[in-house]
Nanobody, 125 residues
């Protein structure tokens, strides 16, 4: 049984940083594409970032490129999202997502089979 557990969310001020973590179990983590999505109140869930293999292959949404960094520690079966220069519009519930197969799009939530419960990030102005 695959399990993804997010942590690290909180309430911060604009310009601050946060690091989210997602601990995975029940899948071959080193080869599993891992991603972060977020959902703001009243909006659809959207792609934030993804990492494949060792973490050298990464993708970002335009809205976070240059501010957020996704990384993974295959020895700890954990993926991270370092969020810098946070803005109020980054306020959302952040979800970790995973799948076992390499093929498929990385930005579409329908391409991921496993999801965490989410961790709330709130950025005040």
């Amino acid at each position: 049984q695959v399990r993804l557990v997010e942590s690290g969310g909180g309430l911060v001020q604009a310009g601050d940083s946060l690091r989210l973590s997602c601990a995975a179990s029940g899948l071959t983590f080193s080869t599993a594409p891992m991603a972060w999505f977020r959902q703001a109140p009243g909006k659809e869930r959207e792609f934030v970032a993804a990492t494949v293999w060792s973490g050298t292959n990464t993708l970002y949404a335009d809205s976070v490129k240059g501010r957020f960094i996704i990384s993974r520690d295959n020895a700890k079966d954990t993926v991270y999202l370092q969020m810098n220069s946070l803005k109020p519009e980054d306020t959302a519930l952040y979800y970790c997502a995973a799948r076992a197969r390499l093929s498929g799009a990385y930005r579409l939530e329908g391409e991921y089979d496993f999801w965490g419960q989410g961790t709330q990030v709130t950025v005040s102005s």
